[in-house]
């Protein structure tokens, strides 16, 4: 019951350093840009402070530490996530930095973005090596237990590069990312608290305690946007959720709408070249399709909300039932 306090401890930290934060991006000029192809609802938004992410990121770091200051004994469990939670906050920081301070319209190339992620795998892959590394994964409806044995590393690769990109894909509304990821960390509250995972269930508190005093400032309209530097920190997050609960499976039903954002891309990538300049959806991610299509951007994003805590629960459910 006391990751509670934590929790609302990263509220408190959150909602008094937001306005600061967006003060200080407002005085280097970090004004978002939108792409030309959105409805008029998103372009109205040219200029919102971006890199807003340091609103929950810091409140997450500080209530960590304050956790490891008295239980030292998490030393290794707590690194792992400040590498993920850090190190790709860092990676999205620089993107953002280059595009919003230096004008550097494209930020960091994607296979850049992934080259520095591989990179943190392979630290989290050396520092788990010390306390002896764990290569089986978890599939829960056979409940069946696979040791990859020399393919782990690969896998991990490819599972965490590919989750942490989808929860940036799933960034570009107002609330939207916020409010989803609160829904995902309840979950793995739950879950945390069911395996007995003292760390996890405290990390997903806290995460959420973050993300509701940093929705005052991203909720409709919003005043600041969290940027690469959030939505890549808690593709971290989730990443730390997945690895140290071996949910790694689970999570394509718990994150199920971060998977469907990130097919709604590749679908539309693959069917653009195939088809030579065709499209199936109006724009990808899907969210932005159906503003284009006339939705309300508030009502996608409750929508989304919705179906986030949906694919939540359904996950808890397999986890806890099955």
């Given amino acids: 019951m006391f990751i509670i306090y934590y929790g609302i401890g990263a509220l408190i930290v959150s909602l008094v350093i937001g306005t600061p934060v967006i003060k200080i991006l407002k005085k ?28 929950f990121i810091i409140p997450i770091v500080v209530m960590l530490l304050g956790f490891l200051l008295l239980n030292q004994s998490y030393f290794v469990e707590v690194a792992i996530i400040l590498l993920f939670v850090i190190g790709y906050g860092v990676i999205g920081f620089i ?60 896998f991990l690769l490819f599972f965490s590069v590919g989750f ?27 879950i945390g608290n069911y395996l007995s995972n003292t760390l996890i269930a405290l990390l997903a508190i806290i995460t959420t305690g973050s993300l509701i005093g940093y929705l005052k400032f991203n909720y409709h309209p919003a005043k600041v946007f969290m940027g690469d530097t959030g939505s890549l920190a808690l593709g971290g997050v989730i990443v730390s959720y997945a690895l140290l609960t071996k949910t790694e499976v689970l999570l394509l039903l718990l994150g199920g709408l971060y998977v469907i954002e990130a097919i709604s891309v590749i679908l539309q990538v693959s069917y653009f070249k195939i088809t030579n300049g065709k499209r199936i959806f109006k724009m990808a991610p899907i969210h932005h399709h159906f503003t284009l299509a006339g939705v309300k951007e508030t009502k996608v994003v409750f929508g989304f909300w919705l179906a986030s805590a949906v694919f939540g629960v359904l996950g808890v459910v397999i986890m806890i039932l099955i």
Wanted: hydrophobic fraction near 45%; aromatic fraction near 8%.
């Fill in 28 to 55: 280097v000029k970090a004004g978002a840009t939108i792409q030309e192809e959105l409805a008029y609802e998103q372009q109205v938004k040219m200029g919102t402070p971006l890199m807003g992410g340091f609103i």
């Fill in 164 to 190: 942490s990109n989808a929860v940036n894909l799933t960034d570009g509304m107002d609330g939207l990312l916020a409010g989803v990821f609160i829904c995902t960390s309840i979950a793995y509250a739950v």
């Fill in 95 to 154: 993107d953002d930095y280059l595009k919003v301070v230096k004008k550097h319209s494209d930020g960091l190339k994607a296979k850049q973005k992934i080259i520095l992620q591989i990179g943190i795998i392979v630290l989290y892959y050396l520092l788990v090596r010390t306390v002896g590394v764990d290569t089986t994964i978890y599939f829960p409806l056979i409940d069946k237990v696979v040791d990859l044995k020399i393919l782990y590393l690969p």
